[in-house]
Antibody
Framework: QVQLVQSGSEVKKPGASVKVSCKASGYIFTNYYMHWVRQAPGKGLEWMGK????????SFAQKFQGRLTLTRDTSTSTVHMEMSSLTSDDTAVYFC???????????????WGQGTQVSVSS | SYELTQPPSVSVSPGQTANITCSGN??????AFWYQQKSGQSPVLVIF???KRPSKIPARFSGSNSGNTATLTIIGTQAMDEADYYC?????????FGGGTRLTVL
């Protein structure tokens, strides 16, 4: 069965960067886009961007352009999300979510990671 | 940027029907998706492509999309359905989520 296992919680200071990983198993890693979605405390879901694990191409929500980097390691079936210049507004739970389209993104998600808490505080 | 609007809260009595709406410009021309999120858990897809239900989702969940409003309907609502529900669409550049609706079963 499909499993997405994320790395553990992080505590960062303002201005720092954070890198969160999402290890996939149970399917052909390069066949499905991976997305990142975050949720601030008590708030709704916010889409951040996506990566095509096959070629590594990425696309980001305008809000995160220039501050968000998505990479993948096909040897370990892992996607990494790195965000720089953190502020307290970036305190949130970060989820990876697998796209349901095969080779072509369909932009909806039936498999989610467990979430990673990122806290930004001085 | 594209926006989806949901009511912040909906209340329903056990066994009754709950309707949660999601409105957006030209939403009828896109697919709507719905997720259930219980406290402290990851979201779960309950409806995809307007009306389709994943095999693991109970038949009491259904969806529709017309008149630029997508609707998630739960017939015979159970206490276990109490959760936050989010609609979602793709506007060709970004995935967009509605603000979420808290469903209370009382």
């Amino acid at each position: 069965q499909v499993q997405l296992v994320q790395s553990g919680s992080e505590v960062k200071k303002p201005g720092a960067s954070v890198k969160v990983s999402c290890k996939a198993s149970g399917y052909i890693f390069t066949n499905y886009y991976m997305h990142w979605v975050r949720q601030a405390p008590g708030k709704g879901l916010e889409w951040m961007g996506k990566i095509n694990p096959s070629g590594g191409s990425t696309s980001f929500a305008q809000k995160f352009q220039g501050r968000l980097t998505l990479t993948r390691d096909t040897s370990t079936s892992t996607v990494h999300m790195e965000m720089s210049s953190l502020t307290s507004d970036d305190t949130a739970v970060y989820f990876c979510a697998r796209d349901e389209g095969i080779a072509v993104a369909k932009h909806y998600f039936d498999n989610w990671g467990q979430g990673t808490q990122v806290s930004v505080s001085s | 940027s594209y926006e989806l609007t949901q009511p912040p809260s909906v209340s329903v009595s056990p066994g009754q029907t709950a309707n949660i709406t999601c409105s957006g410009n030209y939403l009828t021309e896109k697919y709507a998706f719905w997720y259930q999120q219980k406290s402290g858990q990851s979201p779960v897809l309950v409806i995809f492509q307007d009306t389709k239900r994943p095999s693991k989702i109970p038949a009491r969940f259904s969806g529709s999309n017309s008149g630029n409003t997508a609707t998630l309907t739960i017939i015979g609502t159970q206490a276990m359905d109490e959760a936050d529900y989010y609609c979602q669409a793709w506007d060709f550049t970004s995935v967009v989520f509605g603000g979420g609706t808290r469903l209370t079963v009382l």
